[in-house]
């Protein structure tokens, strides 16, 4: 059963406790990633205040009974707004799926049709548990309103392209500084900012560079797509007669505010150098196996450096979905397949990469990413009732359920800094039917 008022007002209201009260399990990933029994968690504003069994009442009472409660997702790599190009283009070579279907779709691309694949996105996202994502994309400011709308935690870079034309450098430096003011003057606890160079193939050094220089200044993370894949590894070995990771260690572009996305095709050498530099890596198993760019990411040698690896979904063009728990499901087996060992990447690992770890990514892991007294209270609910979470077999088993068993659709209540965004099945801050209708729109005016 489950209590709850409605608010009057979905806004800007931070100041409503919430008491999830008596969930089956809570996985809180604490730093001894225990796993609660029939427990309760209170909200007071945006945080967490207590854990135990708990009594009293709230503004908001909620059901947790046969219900599991986690901290909300991390997806460390996304390009919202491509949610409007899902299954436009399938089964196709990377460069031939770019250059005859993505490229060309998204010269047509306007500051409201991003809005509007952003916001169908945010839907997305708030069903499957996520809570808490970084994105890369253009019309930054557009996709902020999305997400401020919806309620979930961003982080926004904008694409930087220069094609190694000074002229456009300059330009694609104009647009992210707007960007970042923009951010700064949202003055938002849950929307911030990343320097979004592309790719070590798509910008100069000197773009590079300078996105390095304003994230030290401006203490933001940097996300750039890095050694995706084989052809683009054996483009730099040609031209330039070493690895791509080692021409960034070159330029000194390597740092730990670097989130390296994909980072597939590495040589041992590559994972030295990001270990010495404290690269953060974003894998995108999902995309990377049906982009089929070559290789497998190097997961065990980057632990066994103690790189930080979270993980993303990548846009839904190359996914087709922004599902995390698909995304923890393929991570592992992907990572067995490859090393032909079932007992790498273990369950509580793959879900320590998809909430601590991935928050540890963007420099929030005292803020999100685990369910502890002090943390602001972005989490979800999974529902039990559910034949495919059936039966459980007890606290050993919780974490493996969620990672093998559980669907993003699973979800039944998802909350980001206190804040309830979905309860029960139930949207508080979008109009679902909306959403997809005028989502549904924007692909028409893209594709047809
Ligand atoms: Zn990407």
């Known amino acids: 059963m489950l209590i709850y008022k409605i608010p009057l007002a979905c806004s800007d209201d931070q100041g409503m406790s919430v008491l ?22 209170r909200v007071e504003g945006t945080k967490i205040t207590e854990i135990g069994n708990l009594h009293g009442d709230a503004e908001y009472v909620i059901d947790g ?43 047509k691309l306007t ?6 694949g952003a916001l169908l996105g945010c839907l997305e996202m708030i069903r499957t548990g996520t809570t808490c994502f970084m994105d890369m994309y253009f019309f930054l400011k557009d996709v902020a309103r999305a997400v401020e709308k919806a309620g979930l935690r961003a982080i926004l870079s904008h694409a930087m392209i220069d094609l190694f034309d000074s002229k456009r450098s300059e330009s694609q430096r104009r647009i992210t500084q707007e960007a970042l003011d ?10 911030g900012f990343a320097m979004g160079p592309h790719a070590p193939y798509t910008c100069s050094e000197e773009s590079l560079l300078w996105s390095k220089e304003v994230a030290e200044r401006e203490r933001v993370p940097i996300h750039t797509h890095i050694a995706e894949t084989r052809h683009e590894q054996a483009q730099f070995e040609k031209e330039k007669g070493m690895s791509e990771v080692e021409y960034l260690a070159k330029i000194g572009f390597l740092s730990p505010r670097l989130v390296a996305v994909h980072s597939v095709f590495l040589t041992g050498k590559d994972v030295e150098l990001y270990a010495r530099n404290q690269v953060k890596v974003s894998h995108c198993p999902v995309s990377n196996m049906k982009l089929a760019g070559g290789g497998v990411a190097p997961l065990s040698e980057m632990f066994a450096q103690h790189v930080n690896v979270s993980l993303g979904t990548d846009g839904a063009a190359s996914n087709n979905c922004l599902d995390m728990f698909d995304t923890m499901k393929f991570c592992a087996l992907e990572a067995k397949a490859h090393y032909w060992d079932p007992t790498v990447l273990p369950a509580q690992q793959v879900l320590d990469l998809a909430t601590i770890e991935g928050a540890r990514a963007l420099g929030l892991e005292k803020k999100v990413g685990s369910i502890e007294v002090g943390k602001e209270a972005d989490l979800i609910l999974v529902d039990l009732k559910s034949p495919n979470l ?11 359920d969620l990672v093998y068993a559980t669907k993003g659709m699973n979800v039944d209540s998802t909350i980001v ?10 949207l508080l801050t979008l109009d679902e039917d909306k959403v997809m209708e005028e989502a549904s729109s924007a692909a028409l005016m893209l594709t047809g």
Request: aromatic share 6%; net charge positive; glycine share 4%.
């Open 182 to 191: 923009f951010i700064k003057s949202l003055q938002s606890s849950r929307i």
């Open 20 to 41: 999830i009260k008596n969930c089956d399990w809570i996985v809180t990933q604490n730093p001894s990633r225990e796993v609660l029994r029939n427990c309760s968690v």
């Open 111 to 116: 500051g409201d049709i991003c809005y509007h």
């Open 65 to 107: 009974s046969r219900k599991i409660l986690l901290p909300g997702l991390v997806n460390t790599h996304t390009h919202l707004s491509m949610t409007l190009m899902r299954g436009f283009a399938d089964d196709m070579r990377l460069q031939e799926w770019l250059e005859t279907k993505i490229w060309p779709l998204e010269q």
């Open 390 to 400: 059936v039966p459980i077999h007890g606290r050993s088993t919780v974490v493996s």
């Open 417 to 426: 800094q206190g804040k309830p965004l979905m309860i029960n099945r139930n």
